[in-house]
């Protein structure tokens, strides 16, 4: 395990390791990075900010304990039933209230890249098919992830998580003080892989581990230098770094959970699973992103969301939007900050050491890269500057 990171403090209220469907791997082979003395933190690797006094996830909080069961009812009733979900530790109502309230702002945005998405290929499944591959065997999702951490030079740093049973595709948090990745194999797409690992440990790990070595590396100094939230910037940066080199790099799955969330608040499970058929037809798909949508919620016949997943669209669209001012080096560097505060906290941080992924190594290609995401999603800085200002 990796002794020189150490996360110390309060709990962080991570879920227990998966106990089944699960293969575990701690890739050990290269000798650990030498980093300075760990500071006292809690929750260094997670995505989200604080939300109480308490160390709370709010995360594991809503996710519903029946979830199996009400997907069943769901099916055996033609999509009719709205499932009532419950919750073994019901989240501070405070809190959910905070994640409720879903905004419109890049709404028309998020429709057009899907419709754009659509046009160029027909559906989502064929456009799945098309840019993401085919399904990764165990085997192969072991070997492109140990080629891609002797890349970042990270081998030995990380445990690694195998698990069919994950809301999202893969997350990375810290498990008993080590950086743990679990990826999910129902979604791990031969050419997607590699995103979902900048994504991850390119974006997430990196910027967790430079958060260590920082003035601001606790929820006290945080406060204390002012820091603006963690996102949208980290997870707008992760998942453009998850879309970098595509093809055809489409924002697909920041637009449709933008979206989903957005209708989530009007509508009824049912009403949801429904209208977001234009965009995908697979139910097991739909059900997937209608739970991201309204967990958290007991009744949901009733409009109501979990807003929270509108903030990967939100990001992307703010970094694209600052683009040519961001310096994205010192965006790693600096740690768990956003953009906005990267020119007035650089002269206070600790920059020597710090951890980059490969693909930030070269400069011009990084940018031309997102000026391809920009025009294949249709986006323009006219209208960022008018959204965004």
């Keep these: ?62 996710k519903p304990t029946n979830l199996e069961k009400e997907r069943l009812r769901f099916f055996k009733s033609d999509y009719t039933y709205n499932p009532q979900f419950e919750y073994a530790n019901p989240s501070l109502p405070g809190v959910l209230a905070r994640h409720s309230n879903a905004s419109d702002r890049f709404l028309k945005q998020s429709i057009n890249i899907m419709e754009l998405t ?25 070997s492109h992830v140990r080629k891609y951490m002797m890349k970042e030079g990270c081998m030995g740093e990380i445990v690694v998580h195998l698990t069919e049973d994950l809301l999202s595709r893969a ?44 003035p601001w590396n606790s929820w006290t100094g945080r406060k204390k230098h002012e820091l603006k939230p963690n996102n949208p910037t980290e997870e707008g940066l992760a998942s453009i770094h998850s879309v970098l080199f595509r093809k055809d790099p489409f924002l697909w799955r920041a637009a449709l959970l933008y979206y989903t969330v957005y209708r989530a608040s009007q509508m009824s499970f049912c009403e949801l699973f429904r209208d977001i058929g234009k965009f995908v037809k697979d139910p097991n798909t739909r059900w997937d992103y209608c739970v991201r949508a309204k967990r958290g919620w007991t009744d949901t016949s009733q409009p109501g969301c979990f807003s929270k997943d509108q903030v990967y669209l939100d990001g992307i669209l703010q970094i694209l939007r600052y683009r040519q001012t961001i310096d994205f080096h ?12 990267v020119d007035r906290l650089k002269g206070l941080a600790i920059t020597e050491n710090m951890r980059v992924p490969h693909f930030l190594q070269d400069h011009d290609r990084y940018m031309e890269h997102l000026e391809k995401i920009m025009e294949v999603n249709e986006l323009t800085d006219r209208e960022l500057r008018d959204l965004i200002y």
């Design 118 to 142: 659509l046009q160029k290929y027909g559906s989502y499944e064929q456009f799945e098919q098309a840019t993401g591959g085919s399904l990764l065997s165990k085997t192969r999702i072991w």
């Design 330 to 341: 010192l965006l790693t560097a600096l740690g768990k900050v956003s953009y906005e505060d």
């Design 171 to 214: 997350s990375m948090t810290v498990v008993n003080g080590c950086p743990t990745l679990t990826i999910n194999v129902s979604t791990a797409r031969e050419h997607w892989l590699e995103g979902m690992l900048r994504h991850e440990i390119g974006t997430h790990y990196f910027r967790g581990i430079n958060n260590l070595q920082q």
């Design 1 to 62: 395990m990796l002794e020189s990171i150490r996360v110390t403090g309060n709990s962080i209220a991570l879920p227990p390791k998966p106990k089944s469907k699960v293969k575990r791997r701690h890739f050990s082979t290269l000798p650990k990075p030498k980093l300075q003395p760990e500071p006292q933190l809690s929750r260094s690797f997670e995505k989200g900010d604080d939300f109480s006094g308490k160390r709370f996830c709010i995360l594991t909080a809503i």
